[in-house]
């Protein structure tokens, strides 16, 4: 059962000519398009904060953009029983909560809606199935257009916060993003790249945060990458962490990256009004 019942609905401010008192009514049908806040985009967001979002680039910190963005905070974002192990049903997420506050953005009038971490993607069915307004889940929906642009022979590098955790349950993000078998693409994931890289990279969410050693740590796995894989086309990161560091990698690879701030801008551009 998913909590819709409580989804704040969108309502006119009006004034009662006779009584002089302000009433407020519930809006409906065509009567909604006409009233909105100028936020075209709905991003939504893990509820619990941590060190590294209030950095221009990071994807949840609003000023990352040159149009304004309404962020919704999913509360309890993952399966309480865990991401790997807890029911298939809602892969890894808690589903009830990511569809109840999608809902929500929605009734609030933006146009589109773009998920907070990348690992959604393996919720993207299931989230757009709820929706009459388009929904992204993660950079990895782009992973077949990139890939149409690529001369033949070359991969995508996916670059993500945990492989593991990308391909589990028989890698159904893979295959809810259209990442089909005879596309060839390396995903690496920042929990399995070299110790020391992977020791500061999960400095991510403590006190110990340290942008420009995360940075590095990113474009060593990065460059270890390209080095390994010498077909290696574009970079394409999964993480809604990683944009503050895409330039970085940029200069030290000489690849093209996208990730998930384009992504943003992309959408963007299909629904805005002006």
């Known amino acids: 059962m998913m909590p819709v019942d409580n989804i704040k609905k969108r ?12 009433v407020i009514t519930e809006m409906t049908g065509s009567d909604k398009r006409n009233y909105d806040f100028g936020e075209d985009i709905g991003l939504l967001v893990f509820r619990p904060w941590y060190n590294c979002i209030s ?15 309404r962020i919704a905070f999913v509360d309890d974002p993952v399966d309480p029983k865990g991401f790997i192990d807890g029911r298939d049903e809602w892969r890894g997420w808690n589903l009830p909560n990511w569809i109840h506050a999608a809902k929500q953005l929605q009734e609030d009038g ?23 307004i388009p929904f992204y889940s993660s950079t990895v929906l782009f992973a077949p257009l990139l890939h149409k642009s690529m001369a033949k022979g070359k991969r995508i590098g996916i670059l993500t916060v945990s492989e593991e955790q990308l391909r589990v349950r028989d890698n159904i993000l893979l295959k809810e993003c259209g990442v089909t078998d005879d596309m060839p693409i390396v995903v690496r994931g920042m929990n399995e790249a070299e110790p020391e890289d992977t020791k500061v990279w999960l400095t991510m969410t403590t006190d110990a945060y340290d942008k420009n050693a995360v940075e590095q740590a990113i474009v060593n796995t990065a460059v270890n990458l390209k080095n390994e894989y010498p077909d290696l086309g574009m970079f394409l990161l999964e993480c809604t962490e990683m944009p503050v560091y895409s330039e970085a990698i940029r200069q030290a ?5 996208f990730d998930a701030l384009d992504m ?11």
Do not use: W
């Open 11 to 22: 309502s006119r401010l009006s004034l009662d000519r006779v009584k002089k008192e302000p």
């Open 55 to 69: 950095y221009p680039k990071h994807f949840a910190y609003a000023k990352s953009y040159d149009f304004p963005v």
């Open 110 to 132: 933006v146009k589109a809606i773009v998920g907070g971490c990348g690992l959604t993607g393996a919720i993207q069915s299931l989230i757009a199935a709820e929706l009459d």
């Open 253 to 257: 690879t000489g690849l093209p990256v």
């Open 264 to 274: 943003v801008n992309m959408v963007q551009r299909t629904v805005c009004k002006n």
